[in-house]
Structure formats: C-alpha cells, structure tokens
C-alpha cells in the first residue's frame, strides 16, 4: 500500500514537472514570437484592434506584456519563484481572456495578436484555451501547496 502511494506521488510529481516545463517553454516562445518575429510595433497595433485604450497605453502594454510572458515562462520552466510565477501566469491569462472577451462582446472580427497570426479570434476555442491553462495552472497550485506542506 505504501509503495502504491508513492508512485503515485511521483507520477503526480512527474506530471506537474512536464506541466510545468510545458506551459513555461509555452509563454517562453508566445512571447519570443511577438518580441522577436512579428516585432513589437506589429503588436501595438494588435493591441490597438481591441479599441480598449489608446495611444500611448496600447504600446505601452505591447512593449511591456510579451517580456513579462518571457521572463514568467522562464521561471516557470526553470522553477524559479513557482508560487509567485504562477500567479503572474494566471494574470496574463486574465488579462488576455478579459482581452478577448471585449472583443468577442464588441463583434470584432480581429486577429488575437497571440503568435503574429492574421487569422480572425476564433472565440470559442480560446474559451477552451484560457479553461485549459487555469486547469494546469490550478494543479501546480495544488502541487506547490501540496509540497510546501511537507
């Protein structure tokens, strides 16, 4: 019996590592992507399709997010600050989600903005999205929890 707990720990341990690594290496490449591929002023005016705020907060928030995404993603990855990275993560993911619930609410037929793409926001999938990420999110919080216990 007591063996049976213990691997089953270790497989939770092991799952949370690979969720982790996944997710961190995730937000690593969204945001390489908008800083280092589609470029920062290609996001600005992503961000200035939403129509939240203007000129100059848009490029503020375009040069400002994908660095927190990078640096958040290293951290997780790394397993750096894991409590804190995760509630910077799920932060981002609000911030998107509020993001792209505006838009879904305004009918803006728009690029997300996410990985360079000009592809339209297909809403339902990223409701999906954001439910899959806090799902994650929610159990390396329960692992953190669960280890900081011990």
Same mark, same amino acid.
């Given at each position: 019996? !007591?063996? *049976?707990? &213990?691997?089953?720990?270790?497989?939770?341990?092991? %799952?949370?590592? /690979? +969720?982790?690594?996944? @997710? $961190? =290496?995730?937000?690593?490449?969204?945001?390489?992507?908008?800083?280092?591929?589609?470029?920062?002023?290609?996001?600005?005016?992503?961000?200035?399709?939403?129509?939240?705020?203007?000129?100059? !907060?848009? *490029?503020? &928030?375009?040069?400002?997010?994908?660095?927190?995404? %990078?640096?958040? /993603? +290293?951290?997780?990855? @790394? $397993? =750096?600050?894991?409590?804190?990275?995760?509630?910077?993560?799920?932060?981002?993911?609000?911030?998107?989600?509020?993001?792209?619930?505006?838009?879904?609410?305004?009918?803006?037929?728009?690029?997300?903005?996410?990985?360079?793409?000009?592809?339209?926001?297909?809403?339902?999938?990223?409701?999906?999205?954001?439910?899959?990420?806090?799902?994650?999110?929610?159990?390396?919080?329960?692992?953190?929890?669960?280890?900081?216990?011990?």
């Amino acid at each position: 019996m !007591l063996v *049976a707990m &213990a691997c089953r720990w270790n497989y939770l341990t092991l %799952l949370a590592w /690979g +969720l982790r690594v996944g @997710l $961190g =290496l995730w937000f690593v490449w969204s945001g390489s992507q908008k800083v280092f591929v589609s470029g920062l002023d290609r996001f600005t005016q992503d961000i200035a399709n939403y129509q939240m705020v203007g000129a100059p !907060l848009d *490029a503020l &928030a375009a040069y400002t997010l994908p660095w927190v995404e %990078l640096v958040a /993603g +290293l951290c997780l990855a @790394l $397993g =750096l600050l894991r409590r804190g990275t995760i509630l910077v993560c799920c932060g981002l993911v609000a911030a998107f989600a509020t993001a792209i619930g505006w838009a879904w609410y305004h009918q803006l037929n728009i690029a997300c903005g996410c990985h360079g793409s000009d592809a339209p926001i297909r809403y339902w999938w990223k409701v999906l999205e954001f439910a899959a990420y806090y799902a994650g999110f929610g159990f390396l919080w329960w692992m953190e929890t669960r280890r900081l216990r011990k």
